[in-house]
């Protein structure tokens, strides 16, 4: 059973920091790789990194990169995303997902996801 459960969002001025975390289940730690995705305000998700089942593969969108780091830990599955250096764009709703494949060329696709957790609130504002 494939269950995703978000939390860490909250408001921080930009430049601040913050750390979300998505608890899965110990099947979804297992089989799948998990996707951060942003939706900001009206728009649809738009991936933001991705972590294969064994970290081995990890992807992230041009924007975030040197800014933001995906990482997993097995021992209490969960997927974190270490989000540095928040820009007022950054802001909107993070999701995680799940995906049965690894991280491919499609990884940022939210159509190549077919589990999602609800959600949590990220706002960085001044």
């Known amino acids: 059973q494939v269950q995703l459960v978000e939390s860490g969002g909250a408001t921080v001025q930009p430049g601040g920091s913050l750390r979300l975390s998505c608890a899965v289940s110990k099947h979804t730690m297992d089989y799948y790789a998990v996707g951060w995705f942003h939706q900001a305000p009206g728009k649809e998700p738009e991936g933001v990194s991705c972590?294969?089942?064994?970290?081995?593969?990890?992807s992230y969108r041009d924007s975030v990169k040197g800014r933001f780091t995906i990482s997993r830990d097995p021992a209490k599955n969960t997927v974190y995303l270490q989000m540095n250096s928040l820009r007022p764009e950054d802001t909107g709703v993070y999701l995680c997902a799940a995906r049965m494949q690894s991280c491919g060329p499609t990884w940022s696709s939210s159509s190549a996801y077919r589990y999602w957790g609800q959600g949590t609130q990220v706002t960085a504002s001044s």
């Open positions: 972590i294969n089942v064994r970290g081995s593969t990890i």
